[in-house]
């Protein structure tokens, strides 16, 4: 199922206002939210040029948030209609696009969309001919034909399917490589490089032979001093470290006195539900916080939740606008349009902004090595950000290629990314493998490309675990001697894997088309178990301590289950929305599930 899409809307949309049988208008769309926010409309209908009916604001896209969020009709059952009730029925293209509809979908019913939205998935075929679509507060199913003729024009072209897709940072549908606009949200997804001026080209140019130098400088004079303290013997770099720590922890397990406690067992998710929340209509992503607190990032401000009573402890505007919540280390990052806020979580206080200055996709982190990397697909590039100060500390590019997934190890001495390249006939997917903590400019970038679309990446213990579009799963060795050779094993897993997690003694494939989820051994990439789900799995996450995976499933069968990965027993969770997404929280004791249909918060113990 897909998350409702909102269209840019123009500030000067006009709606006529009838309130109990009073008609009022043209008024202008701001007119209109003052009015509704002071409370002076009771019980408003609209209508605007083009459209002969008046409607509940609800139905309207420029005014939907305003009210409350319909709930989905039941699928059509029998005879779709052919056309529109007569009021309705001469509909004018722009009144239609910003009406909100309910559509026919190949997993259930999903929206409210937009009217440009729906003709958009009617022209590129990625919403079938066939389908109907109800109109928000008017009962019954209508051929979505009928209502949007564009459509049919193109209804006998020969659509290929692309080999590969990235995801549209707006509107978060698929879109095909090479394209330079979204066609289901109309959005410019594909930006050149930015002219630089002398002084800033200048700049660049002294930055880049400073990151370049100090290495060097640094690796020189560190070498004359470890040579020097000891007696002229200089490590080589692939000497092994001494496992100091390793074998202390290993003889304090083995050799622990008999009366001394045992340390405290690691706490889990028992699948059950301790809260449920609502929260407000323009919410996009949820997380649970530590002291028990959900933050909630809102169009329009970042609040703290307290989820017993359902009153938002605290709020910030400073925030505003975030699409997606991070945790990285003891700060929240929250992601925006073109920066992200890293903030503290108890009082929202904005820490330090960090500017990448284009849209980012929900990225990877390594706490423990002060990283963070966040791909870009409108700037064709992945950030590095410092956590420790908060700061960008590189920007790598990869020829014109376009990002996509992308995974961290712990240590943060390896970054992979799936990237697709635009230009037609050229290599397929591939992986790009870089050092996140190298200069690009003072490192060799190394590619491996793959005869398959790249679904998804994951980083364990020097090697990546590749989802293919092929329904296979590959590993790649990341160091020594086999470093980015053909895939040393490969292995068949559900069919169409979006989502892959490397816990430690797991590997756990998510898979839409096979409604499954798949575990394999890491270490030959065998299938462990297999899941069958009944529906197409949507979000997957894996707890910090490795040892439990939720699972969200879609449409028909919507559901949250709690698997435990060394047994592969799943726990259906007793939750009644259908979810959108799922986050443990720090302990691996709690989790939050996010409902961005029903604009409700399940927090899980």
Not at 40 to 65: I, N, Q, T, V
Not at 402 to 429: H, K, Q
Not at 471 to 490: I, M, Q, T
Not at 530 to 553: F, H, Y
């Amino acid at each position: 199922m897909h998350a409702p899409f909102w269209a840019p809307v123009s500030p000067n949309a006009e709606f006529f206002v009838s309130e109990q049988g009073n008609i009022r208008g043209p008024l202008r769309l701001e007119a209109i939210r003052r009015e509704i926010g002071s409370g002076s409309l009771k019980d408003p209908l609209f209508r605007m040029e083009g459209c002969k009916r008046f409607l509940p604001g609800a139905a309207w896209d420029p005014l939907s948030d305003l009210f409350s969020s319909p709930s989905p009709p039941d699928p059509p059952e029998g005879v779709v209609a052919e056309a529109l009730p007569r009021d309705l029925a001469k509909l004018e293209p722009q009144a239609r696009d910003k009406l909100l509809w309910f559509v026919e979908d190949t997993d259930g019913v999903m929206g409210p969309v937009t009217g440009a939205f729906v003709a958009r998935g009617l022209m590129t075929g990625r919403i079938p001919m066939s389908s109907g679509v109800s109109l928000v507060s008017v009962p019954g199913w209508i051929r979505g034909t009928a209502v949007f003729p564009a459509a049919l024009e193109g209804a006998t072209a020969i659509r290929k399917r692309p080999l590969s897709t990235f995801t549209c940072p707006y509107c978060l549908e698929p879109v095909m490589v090479g394209s330079t606009s979204c066609l289901m949200c109309g959005e410019f997804v594909g930006i050149a490089e930015p002219r630089l001026g002398v002084s800033r080209a200048s700049g660049l140019v002294l930055g880049g032979l400073a990151l370049v130098l100090a290495p060097l400088l640094g690796g020189a004079l560190s070498v004359r001093g470890e040579g020097r303290s000891a007696g002229g013997a200089i490590p080589t770099a692939n000497a092994a470290p001494a496992p100091a720590s390793a074998s202390a922890s290993a003889s304090t397990s083995a050799e622990r006195a008999p009366d001394e406690p045992a340390p405290p067992a690691q706490r889990r998710l028992e699948g059950k539900v301790a809260a449920q929340i609502d929260v407000a209509v323009d919410a996009e992503a949820v997380m649970l916080l530590p002291q028990g607190h959900v933050a909630v990032a809102r169009r329009t401000a970042f609040d703290v939740v307290d989820p017993k009573s359902g009153v938002v402890v605290t709020s910030s505007r400073e925030a505003q606008g975030a699409r997606v919540i991070e945790r990285v280390g003891g700060a929240l990052y929250a992601l925006g349009q073109t920066r992200i806020g890293a903030l503290e979580p108890e009082s929202l206080r904005v820490l330090r902004w960090i500017e990448p200055r284009a849209p980012l996709l929900p990225g990877a982190a390594a706490p423990s090595a002060g990283l963070a990397v966040f791909p870009s697909a409108v700037d064709r590039s992945v950030v590095v950000v410092g956590t420790e100060h908060h700061v960008e500390i590189a920007r790598f590019r990869f020829g014109g290629a376009i990002p996509s997934a992308v995974a961290l190890d712990a240590e943060g001495a390896f970054a992979v990314v799936a990237v697709a390249d635009p230009r037609p006939r050229a290599y397929p997917d591939a992986i790009e493998v870089f050092a996140p903590r190298v200069a690009p400019s003072a490192q060799l970038v190394r590619r491996l490309s793959l005869v398959d679309p790249v679904a998804a990446v994951a980083v364990r213990s020097g090697f990546a675990f590749v989802a293919l579009g092929s329904s296979r799963l590959a590993r790649v060795a990341l160091e020594g001697k086999g470093l980015l050779a053909a895939p040393d094993v490969s292995r068949e897993t559900c069919a169409d894997p979006v989502f892959v997690r490397a816990a430690p003694r797991t590997l756990v494939v998510g898979c839409r088309a096979g409604r499954a989820l798949s575990l394999h051994a890491p270490a030959t990439l065998a299938q462990d178990t297999r899941l069958e789900l009944g529906s197409p799995v949507i979000a997957l996450e894996v707890s910090p301590s490795g040892d439990q995976a939720l699972v969200v499933t879609g449409a028909p069968s919507p559901a949250v289950y709690v698997v435990d990965l060394a047994t592969g027993e799943p726990v259906r969770v007793d939750v009644t929305d259908q979810v959108t997404s799922v986050r443990f929280g720090k302990d691996a004791g709690s989790a939050a599930a996010f409902s961005a249909r029903a604009r409700r918060v399940w927090v899980l113990r």
